[in-house]
């Protein structure tokens, strides 16, 4: 397989999974921030801290409300990680590699794109924003879907095993960090609210279901960070994706130094948790890991991709 | 309401679908009495869903305007053009026949040259070609083979027959789009399917495949076959990626080859790999910049030495496009009868070379009412359409060809035939059209099944080229005789 095809392939599986979460995002804030008590200041804007967009953004707008926050996300081609902007990188990828995914992603691909394109207003007023929401992660779900039941095991499904696990675990470990950040801004031993953020958490990461028949207990701060972070069957957890990185990678030629080395240093980093960490110091936790999980896409593209000059 | 089927007029010209008002060819009989069984909103929703397919299924070309690279949707029309199969068994054979001849003939002229010796086509002719390349002579592709790909423009006449209009020989391009519009024809008049006796065209990307794979310079199983592709920026990117897809082919970009030790090889995950067969969609001039153009970023550096030493075949090889020229095109005939002693199956169009004092004369008197075309341009760029042309452009062509008289050549107003084309809501009027199947030739030769048909949307207008407003339609090869039906 051609090293650049390669790269456009895992770029691909990127983005979709950034689409599908960056629309579930939306759709929970939605719905949380009619249960929050006002005393909460929790905003639209952590949105755009959770995806470190805060300079974008500001360069943008000047208010940080509703409205400039939902258009940024979906519908601003400026912004590298909006909606609209990830599904033009996938129809470029996908149009540049037709000779390795299935013919029929170019056609979902194609679908998708028309459909934001012609509804991307619907999404930013707020009447029918679910709707075209869902229509979106339904959209993702569907080019998944086709590619899961279909894609021969080929080096292309593993890079885009390897872009959609390492895209999953970032998402996790930020959705995980906006938590812990909202929680610690609780000036009140507020349990409820406590609650309602951790449960906002799971739901961004389609795992509530899942945390309530695992944990079988209530919501709090340290089950979720533990459940999220080690369960390894819950597809969106570190520990699922990393094995799963890790597995794609030794279908991959020449990936036992790298796999060796992604091995050793995750058991390392996992010494930093031992389960009760919390507040600030889960926050640096999470921080080493997104540090580490750059550190794997640097390597990944170091050892398969085209050396630019 | 329907179509108004009896007030459609085809005038002077051949029409492929009516015969007279109201009535159908043979072929088409069968279709007409479907159209004309749809109503006006019928045939609205089967043009609405066309379209709509179109955009999903992302067909699309890539037009180059000042303002940077457009991708537009690839424009078709729902009434499909019909030929009958016994009238295009003989234009198979007839197509075959050229580019047998044609390569016999590319051949001699890169090595001995025979056909110059013996005095058939004169040696300034060749000398001044800008498409002969010095850099290929004395070297011997497999199977004495060439232009592995052909796309042959033909035109029917007045006469209902087919002439050939141009042959193809570098890249040529559009067998996509023939293969893409059966699929969109499927999708929105399924119903027609089951009612006529149309011949499949789907084969063609297998039988490319087999082309090319036959070409390998390596024995081996499974040799590697890799699409060479100018890159997103081309006007026909999106065919180059689709016949890699259809092929199971890699798509590669000059900066994903590299020549090492006079073999070619694709940078991959697992590190270098051996090609065997390059199927390339870039220019001559732009493949090697070690050899040709040395600013070339498109090509790659050594891919002439590596082709010479015999470690890789391309398709077409370098400097097959020689007979390409439409000087050269005037011989085709006398190039049939030299090399294979038989009667051409395919008439020319009729054609003046300027270079010929007497022939000139007649062109310069006659261009209100010649087609003048530059010997090596392709597009349909470049070229005077006298009867529609103004003074200043007649002027202004007289000067060309005087300047530089091997460089033009001139043929009468083609009478191209029409078919019946939506050019509003429910309303089918005649418009111009050409057709260009695809032939391939390396062990064994093969012709697509029809081709690709291009329509000129503007009335009265013979320019069909898609970067120039043409639009196309599906092609079908009807059986009129045997079978059930």
């Not at chain 1, 091995?263 to 948790?273: A, Q, R, T």
């Not at chain 2, 085809?10 to 279709?31: M, T, V």
């Not at chain 2, 180059?64 to 003989?90: L, M, S």
């Not at chain 2, 024995?219 to 006007?235: C, D, M, Q, R």
């Amino acid at each position: 397989m051609l090293s650049k095809v390669a790269e456009r392939v895992y770029w691909t599986a990127r983005y979709l999974e950034r689409i599908e979460s960056t629309a579930r995002l939306i759709t929970i804030y939605d719905k949380l921030l009619f249960d929050l008590p006002r005393s909460v200041s929790l905003s639209w804007y952590n949105l755009i801290s959770i995806n470190s967009l805060q300079s974008d953004f500001d360069e943008r707008f000047s208010v940080r409300d509703e409205r400039n926050v939902v258009k940024f996300m979906l519908g601003d081609s400026n912004n590298p990680c909006s909606v609209v902007s990830s599904l033009a990188a996938i129809r470029e990828n996908v149009r540049t590699t037709r000779d390795v995914v299935l013919q029929e992603t170019w056609e979902l691909t194609n679908e998708l794109n028309l459909y934001v394109q012609e509804n991307l207003q619907q999404g930013i007023n707020r009447s029918k924003r679910y709707e075209f929401l869902d229509t979106i992660i339904k959209g993702c779900q569907q080019i998944h879907g086709l590619l899961y039941g279909n894609m021969p095991h080929d080096a292309a499904w593993w890079f885009l095993r390897l872009g959609r696990n390492l895209e999953r675990a970032d998402m996790t470990t930020r959705n995980l960090d906006a938590g812990a950040a909202a929680v610690l801004e609780v000036i009140e031993d507020d349990t409820y609210v406590r609650q309602i953020i951790w449960g906002t958490v799971l739901r961004s990461l389609n795992a509530e279901q899942g945390y309530r028949r695992t944990v079988r207990g209530p919501v709090s701060g340290s089950m979720v960070a533990n459940y999220l972070l080690l369960d390894a069957n819950l597809p969106r957890s570190i520990e699922h994706c990393f094995i799963s990185i890790l597995d794609s990678c030794e279908k991959l030629p020449q990936s036992q130094p790298l796999v060796e080395q992604l091995k050793h240093s995750y058991d390392k980093l996992s010494l930093h948790f031992d389960g009760e960490t919390n507040g600030a110091a889960l926050r640096a936790y999470l921080n080493e890991l997104q540090i580490y999980l750059a550190k794997v896409h640097t390597d990944i593209r170091e050892l398969w991709f085209p050396k630019y000059s | 309401m329907s179509i108004a089927w009896n007030d459609y007029q085809a005038g002077e010209f051949y029409d492929e679908l009516i015969s007279s008002p109201g009535n159908a060819r043979k072929p088409a009989q069968k279709l007409l009495s479907y159209l004309k069984s749809l109503s006006e909103q019928e045939v609205d929703a089967r043009r609405l869903a066309a379209e709509a397919t179109i955009r999903e299924m992302g067909v699309s070309f890539t037009v180059y305007t000042e303002e940077g690279n457009i991708d537009r949707a690839w424009p078709f029309d729902i009434i499909p053009r019909v030929i009958a199969k016994n009238q295009w068994q003989q234009t198979d054979a007839g197509l075959k026949q050229r580019l047998k001849a044609l390569n016999m003939f590319i051949d001699d002229l890169y090595h001995e040259q025979k056909i110059i010796k013996d005095g058939i086509i004169p040696e300034f002719v060749l000398k001044q070609s800008s498409n002969y390349r010095a850099e290929c002579e004395g070297i011997s592709p497999a199977f004495g083979v060439w232009a592995h790909i052909c796309g042959t423009d033909l035109v029917r006449h007045t006469d209902g027959k087919f002439y050939v209009l141009e042959d193809n020989l570098r890249v040529p391009s559009g067998v996509s789009y023939m293969l893409e519009n059966r699929s969109i024809m499927k999708r929105v008049m399924p119903e027609v399917f089951e009612k006529v006796d149309i011949a499949p065209v789907g084969d063609y990307p297998s039988r490319l495949f087999d082309t090319l794979t036959a070409l390998s310079p390596r024995a081996i199983e499974k040799p590697v076959v890799v699409v060479l592709t100018p890159g997103i920026y081309n006007s026909a990117y999106f065919e180059h990626a689709f016949l890699a897809q259809q092929m199971g082919a890699e798509l590669v970009e000059g900066s994903d080859l590299v020549v090492q030790d006079d073999c070619v090889y694709t940078k991959t995950i697992a590190g270098l790999e051996r090609v065997d067969v390059i199927y390339r969609r870039i220019d001559d001039l732009f493949l090697d910049p070690e050899c040709f153009h040395r600013d070339s970023v498109l090509g790659v550096a050594g891919l002439m030495r590596a082709w010479r030493a015999g470690n890789v075949a391309l398709a077409n090889a370098p400097g097959a496009g020689v007979a390409d020229d439409k000087v050269i095109y005037a011989f085709v005939p006398e190039v049939i009868k030299y090399y294979l002693d038989e009667s051409p199956l395919l008439p020319n169009v009729e054609t003046y070379l300027c270079y010929d004092d007497k022939q000139r004369q007649h062109v310069l008197a006659n261009l209100d009412k010649l087609v003048v075309k530059p010997a090596n341009e392709s597009g349909g760029y470049g070229m005077l359409i006298g009867p529609h042309s103004t003074k200043k452009e007649r002027e202004h062509f007289a000067a060309l060809i005087q300047a530089n008289p091997r460089n033009y050549i001139a043929q009468p107003t083609l009478a191209l035939s029409t078919a019946p084309t939506l050019v509003g809501r429910n309303v089918a009027e005649p418009r111009h059209l050409d057709l260009r199947p695809f032939v391939l030739q390396g062990k064994d030769s093969y012709v697509t099944t029809g081709g690709l048909t291009r329509v000129a949307m503007k009335k009265g207008s013979l320019v069909v080229n898609s970067s120039q407003g043409g639009g196309s339609k599906d092609t079908w090869i009807v059986d009129t005789e045997g079978g059930a039906n």
